[in-house]
């Protein structure tokens, strides 16, 4: 039965631009489908990184959003049309993996860096090494070119589709993070996936099974860097380009306020977060007002978990279990 | 081992202890709480390491070791609080558990339905009368369940000593019995170090008793004679206080 939700979200999902399409105007229909549903997926995959360190590692990592910086910033740094031009050179083809490569490494790099702490430590080691890359990236014209950023990253074109086009965007994204999610699934039934929940559970007795525990942590976040470095590269093309607010404070938190609200119980969370988030990010003008977007995400947020702790998939949790007691008092 | 102390700060935890296990013996160490039992085990599996002293595993010097390079060196053990992963099933439990010392044990592929450690858990919850409950996450197990699949996991690597801390803590009189049928089966190739408290457990399963106090040796002698020792008689109901 599970497999055949999964395999009906999943046609809902290929199907939905098409369905936007045939209920709203056009002009409307790009917007959902681009700038709504491709931009939740986007940050979808962000905070699915950082929802798949605290699920199964139990580690809650604020360097995610960070991590895909990294691989935005290495794509427009290496790719040929950005501006300014920094190396340039490379196609899409090439600069895209070089932008995954180097957030899976910075994510390795980040996961030695904190491979001994944990908890509230852990949060704030992860917090500074984010913080620091955030200065450096902000202060650095050579490499980085400092406070403007990086411009002019639009995409490759597929089989001859622009790939601004909000259908081809939408339906490459949906792919993307179909993939990571199965990926995810696959890894976490993987000796590598039981061991990193036997960390979360009990890192004494991995060790004492004879696993090396620091080993499978850094490749943990090495993971979470490849995912993250998934995301970061779609967010840099979907903005055009990147500067270092995208990997600012307000970023980085608003990547973990998206886990949250979407509950970190399961990977999909994320998705769910990402997409109240971004409803709300985009109408909050329409709704109350554009600068008092944080009050409304805020109010969200608090009454989210203040109803679920564990997000909105603990209410699907609690709604399943109330519905199976009604069924079983009848 | 010899002269093995530990210290915390000010506490004198473990002092100078030093004593041999013959290949296949069993041992229990006996003693009242605090009188550094634990951590001796804990010196003995690199916990914490000892801060003076030398311990070696079949020749070989393993002072320094970290606890998963002893462990693949021959060295299982159970841990006096059942340390499991209460989010994962039995049977995952103990298949990470029988992963632990194979070669390929950090792997991203999924095993097969006929993978050898997947076989090897399941007849190891067989063994610790476990297979009925292959798929229930740990956390809904019973106690008496938990200590078996404690048992179960630090037998999967095949140690050549085992190590058990408190086996019977917290067991109902019902599940005694079978705790001692579970230590009786086991092997006599196997080499056992076991603390209890209970005489009961500990004095059938052993060759040999050493009994703790304070942090240090203070007997060592036969089963049959530890219970008229005046010095345990002592300890154990508290003439020596």
């Known amino acids: ?330 | 081992m010899t002269g093995v102390s530990r210290r915390f700060g000010a506490l004198q935890a473990v002092r100078d202890v030093s004593f041999d296990v013959m290949p296949g013996e069993r041992r229990a160490v006996l003693g009242p709480n605090g009188a550094g039992k634990t951590t001796l085990f804990n010196t003995i599996c690199g916990d914490f390491p000892p801060t003076a002293g030398r311990i070696e595993l079949f020749g070989a010097d393993i002072t320094r070791l970290k606890p998963h390079q002893r462990t693949r060196l021959g060295i299982g053990r159970t841990y006096q609080t059942s340390l499991l992963f209460n989010g994962l099933s039995v049977l995952d439990n103990l298949f990470v558990a029988v992963r632990g010392l194979r070669p390929r044990r950090f792997s991203f592929l999924r095993p097969g339905r006929d993978d050898p450690s997947l076989a090897q858990a399941r007849a190891l919850a067989d063994r610790m009368r476990l297979s009925h409950l292959l798929g229930v996450e740990v956390v809904n197990l019973s106690h008496g369940q938990r200590r078996q699949l404690e048992v179960g996991m630090a037998l999967a690597g095949d140690p050549r000593v085992l190590m058990l801390d408190e086996p019977a803590a917290g067991l109902s009189p019902g599940d005694r019995p079978e705790l001692l049928r579970l230590l009786r089966e086991l092997p006599r190739t196997l080499t056992l170090i076991l603390i209890e408290h209970d005489m009961d457990i500990a004095l059938p399963a052993a060759d040999i008793v050493t009994v703790m106090k304070d942090g240090e040796v203070v007997v060592e002698a036969t089963p049959d004679r530890i219970e008229d020792d005046p010095v345990v008689q002592a300890i154990y109901l508290g003439g020596g206080h």
């Open chain 1, 1 to 330: 039965m599970r497999r055949g939700l999964a395999i009906a979200a999943a046609l809902l999902l290929l199907a939905l631009p098409w369905l936007l399409h045939a209920v709203l105007p056009a002009n409307q229909a790009g917007f959902w489908t681009g700038n709504i549903l491709g931009r939740a997926l986007v940050f979808g995959i962000i905070a699915m990184s950082l929802t798949f360190l605290a699920t199964y590692g139990g580690f809650v990592s604020l360097a995610q959003m960070m991590i895909a910086g990294v691989a935005g910033y290495a794509l427009a740094i290496f790719v040929e049309g950005a501006v300014p031009r920094i190396v340039g050179g490379a196609g899409y083809a090439l600069a895209i993996p070089l932008g995954v490569l180097a957030a899976t490494l910075m994510g390795l790099l980040v996961g030695a860096i904190a491979v001994r702490t944990r908890d509230i430590y852990l949060l704030m080691i992860t917090l500074a090494v984010s913080m620091g890359v955030f200065r450096f990236v902000e202060t650095n014209i050579t490499w980085f070119n400092g406070y403007e950023g990086i411009r002019n990253v639009v995409g490759p074109s597929l089989l001859g589709l622009d790939f601004r086009n909000p259908w081809v965007f939408y339906h490459v994204t949906l792919g993307t993070a179909v993939l990571l999610f199965a990926g995810v699934m696959y890894l976490v039934r993987s000796p590598f996936g039981l061991v990193l929940q036997g960390i979360r559970d009990n890192p004494r007795r991995v060790s004492a099974l004879g696993y090396n525990v620091a080993l499978h942590r850094i490749a943990a976040f090495g993971v979470a860097g490849f995912i993250a470095g998934c995301g970061g590269v779609l967010a840099t093309i979907y903005n055009i380009g990147i500067s270092p607010g995208t990997i600012g404070l307000g970023a980085t938190v608003n990547v973990l306020i998206m886990a949250v609200i979407g509950g970190l119980g399961h990977p999909v969370g994320a998705f769910l977060g990402s997409l109240i988030f971004t409803v709300f990010d985009t109408f909050a003008a329409t709704i109350y007002d554009r600068d008092r977007f944080n009050t409304l995400i805020g109010l969200v947020f608090l009454v989210i978990v203040l109803a679920s702790p564990d997000g909105v998939l603990g209410v699907g949790a609690r709604l399943r279990r109330l519905l199976g007691r009604r069924a079983a008092d009848k």
